[in-house]
């Protein structure tokens, strides 16, 4: 008797868990489907007769021009240094003009980002007239002003506008990639590869093999499929043009201060303009990704108080803030990009059911509780969800596998069990942040440490 209520809630929970498992498995299996027919037919009737473009053949822009680069600062004194100073003896002047954002109560950063101005003349200390911090969107539109402010008193307009972030590991090929692409696309997204910690093989490296699948499969498939590709905030080139556009419609500012995740719907209000938005994914002459690298979140509270961000401004405020416009193929996207808080309470549901299982078995070891057998509906449910389940570990195992090697591939499977954790946990705090935000609350800059590799990391070789 005592063991009945466990029976009626692990029921509840298991049918949740599996209609939402299903669901959810069907669409990734879709999504997969799809990479994989497209990946096919490009190996087998595309590239069997034409070689891979590479930065060595990448034919120079019709119309070249100068990149601005916008680095948001608040604390970063521990990596902006390196930063700079990596991407400053990569790029040269002449390629790009770097505006790094920092404020009036940052004294250390102000120190690092003057340091390595007075080594090189394309890096643009730029302070906020405020005490920070602000918001991100906020420091960007500041940069963005005094990046007008130096065409109005040069007289030349920048080509395009790149993002990066403090503790990013840039690519020599970046600027030309994206002088050649602007040509053609309004916002131009390289992959980022998050790079592995040694000091956090399991809590980082998860980030590892999301960004893996989602770069690898993901951006590429949408892309593909006709949707808008959503920006990533760092390693993205936005057409100067096009956002100066998107700056009028704002008073002057492109980017919204009001927005969690400013970065990811910039790409697809461009989309909603009718501009073209592209994912490249392109190797330099040596056979190494173009790609920006970077450590992510080391400690599981840094890690559930990024992603709790992300899926508050993406799941839930965009929701509000972005709605369902498009074709069918846009409105899958988003969909497919606004379930993660759903799928954290259906993996919650999962484990719920997963112990309740346990306590049952206990029960019925002890002979006190005699469980009712499942229905035959129910059991062949959570057989195709397991089949569904192990499928999604297989190619999780084979993005890591192609982006970092077997070792990382196979680290990817007991990883899944962090990245739900994380998840979980993440779509707790993320539904207050979401709340408080609903009531009037003030957007925040909800940013973690960050650190630079000793000596700068080259990106990974991979194939693209």
């Known amino acids: 008797m005592g063991f009945h209520w466990v029976e009626v809630v692990q029921h509840e929970c298991l049918l949740f868990a599996v209609a939402g498992l299903l669901i959810g498995g069907i669409d990734d299996l879709t999504f997969d489907l799809l990479f994989l ?4 037919w490009r190996r087998l009737f595309v590239y069997s007769r034409h070689e891979r473009m590479t930065a060595s053949t990448l034919p120079a822009s019709v119309a070249p021009g100068r990149m601005a680069v916008f680095v948001p ?6 990596v902006i240094g390196a930063m700079l100073t990596r991407a400053c003896g990569l790029w040269t002047e002449q390629q790009c003009r770097i505006f790094v954002g920092t404020y009036p109560n940052d004294a250390d950063t102000i120190a690092a980002v003057a340091s390595v101005a007075r080594n090189y003349a394309h890096v643009h200390l730029v302070i906020v007239p405020v005490d920070g911090p602000t918001t991100k969107a906020d420091c960007l539109n500041r940069l963005w002003h005094a990046m007008v402010r130096e065409e109005n008193a040069t007289g030349t307009r920048f080509k395009a506008v790149v993002l990066h972030d403090a503790e990013d590991v840039v690519h020599r090929d970046e ?14 997204q390289l992959p980022v590869r998050p790079l592995i910690s040694q000091q956090s093989q399991w809590i980082a490296g998860h980030y590892a093999d999301e960004f893996a699948e989602s770069h690898g499969k993901t951006l590429r498939t949408r892309e593909a499929l006709g949707a808008s590709v959503p920006s990533a905030g760092v390693g993205c080139a936005f057409d100067r043009d096009v956002l100066g556009e998107l700056a009028a419609t704002r008073g002057g500012d492109p980017f919204d201060p009001q927005s969690l995740t400013e970065d990811y719907e910039i790409g697809l209000r461009m989309a909603e303009a009718g501009r073209r938005t592209a994912f490249i994914a392109m190797r330099d002459a040596d056979g190494v990704l173009i790609c920006t690298q970077e450590h992510f979140p080391e400690t599981i509270r840094e890690a559930v108080q990024q992603k709790s961000r992300w899926f508050a401004g993406i799941a839930l405020a965009g929701w509000d803030r972005m709605g369902w416009a498009g074709s069918w193929r846009e409105r899958w996207m988003r969909l497919h990009d606004r379930r993660a808080v759903f799928s954290a309470l259906v993996l919650l549901a999962a484990y719920g059911a997963t112990i309740g299982y346990g306590l049952m078995l206990i029960g019925a070891w002890t002979g006190v509780f005699v469980p009712e057998p499942l229905s035959p509906t129910l059991a062949l449910a959570m057989e195709c969800t397991a089949g569904l389940m192990l499928w999604r570990l297989a190619m999780r195992f084979a993005f890591s596998t192609r982006a970092y090697g077997w070792r990382q591939g196979l680290l990817a499977i007991p990883r899944s069990v962090i990245a739900n954790v994380i998840a979980m946990l ?7 942040i979401y709340v408080r935000q609903w009531r009037g609350g003030a957007v925040v800059w909800d940013k973690t440490t960050h650190r630079f590799p000793h000596g700068g990391d080259h990106p990974p070789h991979a194939a693209a």
């Open 37 to 40: 027919a497209r990946w096919g």
């Open 175 to 188: 600027p030309r990639l994206f002088d050649t692409m602007i040509d053609r696309f309004a916002m131009v």
């Open 426 to 432: 993440a779509a707790r705090r993320a539904v207050w």
């Open 73 to 78: 600062a608040w604390n970063e004194a521990a």
